[in-house]
């Protein structure tokens, strides 16, 4: 079965930039879409941007132009570029695998997260 583990959170100050990767194993990466999404403290799980396998992308609205995720197969790992990051970008980040290609249906497969502080 396919896992997931996202790396890459920290403490950035705001405006900066972060990185973020989630690296699959177990499984063919690369034929499954991959979202990710936040959880700030309080509030729901939200989708934040997904890529498809075929590398077709699509983004929330609160981070469009601001968050990038594109897709490495060869590495089987999965990146979300974040930058001018504002304070409510604060939030605990999780990948997921998508049961098919698309980033449309169920999530069956998560990571442990990994945690965003953007802070003065």
């Known amino acids: 079965q396919l896992r997931v583990v996202e790396s890459g959170g920290g403490l950035v100050q705001p405006g900066g930039s972060l990185r973020l990767s989630c690296a699959g194993s177990g499984g063919a990466l690369e034929d499954y879409a991959i979202g990710w999404f936040r959880q700030a403290p309080g509030d729901e799980r939200d989708q934040i941007a997904c890529?498809?396998?075929?590398?077709?992308?699509s983004y929330d609205d609160s981070v469009k132009g601001r968050f990038t995720i594109s897709r490495d197969n060869a590495k089987k790992t999965v990146f979300l570029q974040m930058t001018s990051l504002t304070l409510g970008d604060t939030a605990v980040y999780y990948c997921?695998?998508?049961?098919?290609?698309?980033?449309?249906?169920?999530?069956?497969?998560w990571g442990q997260g990994t945690r965003v502080t953007v802070s003065s």
């Open positions: 997921a695998v998508n049961h098919w290609h698309y980033c449309s249906g169920q999530w069956p497969s």
């Open positions: 890529i498809s396998s075929e590398s077709f992308t």
